[in-house]
């Protein structure tokens, strides 16, 4: 009898029980399914990891990017204010009416909220003529 025969038959355990051929490959199907499952858990928790450290950065970069944007728009007033209070004070040496201070004033107050919409309507309004423009086909591969 060859190696294989013997494999086919049924093995006794030291308990008494038999094992047959079929049933260790049902456990080996059942691991393996097992083994698939569990790579596929570790995987998700991988995916999920990365996901959660992405979203973690991501939020990081932002916060900090609200911090500096905060910190120039405080800049920006800050000089706003010295230069209205610079053109009241010395309004004579300018030649400049209380309309002509009063109008800048308002001016520099509402600028770093209106300038955003206006970029915008500039940008679409490049986009649109750049349709029109010959591409080079090589750039736009």
Not at 34 to 58: A, F, H, P, V
Not at 78 to 97: D, G, M, P, Y
Not at 115 to 124: D, L, V
Request: charged residues 15%; aromatic residues 14%; glycine residues 2%.
């Amino acid at each position: 009898m060859s190696f294989q025969t013997k494999s086919i038959r049924a093995i006794t355990c030291p308990d008494g029980e038999q094992i047959t051929a079929t049933s260790v490959q049902l456990l080996t199907d059942k691991y393996n399914y097992n083994q698939d499952l569990l790579d596929e858990i570790n995987k998700t928790k991988i995916d999920s990891d990365t996901q959660y450290r992405k979203g973690y950065y991501e939020s990081e970069q932002y916060e900090n990017l609200t911090m500096w944007h905060n910190r120039f728009l405080f800049i920006y007033y800050v000089l706003a204010i010295a230069l209205i209070l610079i053109l009241v004070f010395s309004a004579n040496q300018f030649l400049l009416t209380i309309y002509q201070t009063a109008g800048i004033a308002v001016g520099l107050m509402i600028y770093p909220h209106v300038i955003h919409p206006i970029f915008n309507i500039f940008k679409r309004m490049h986009k649109f003529i750049m349709e029109f423009v010959p591409k080079n086909i090589y750039n736009s591969i």
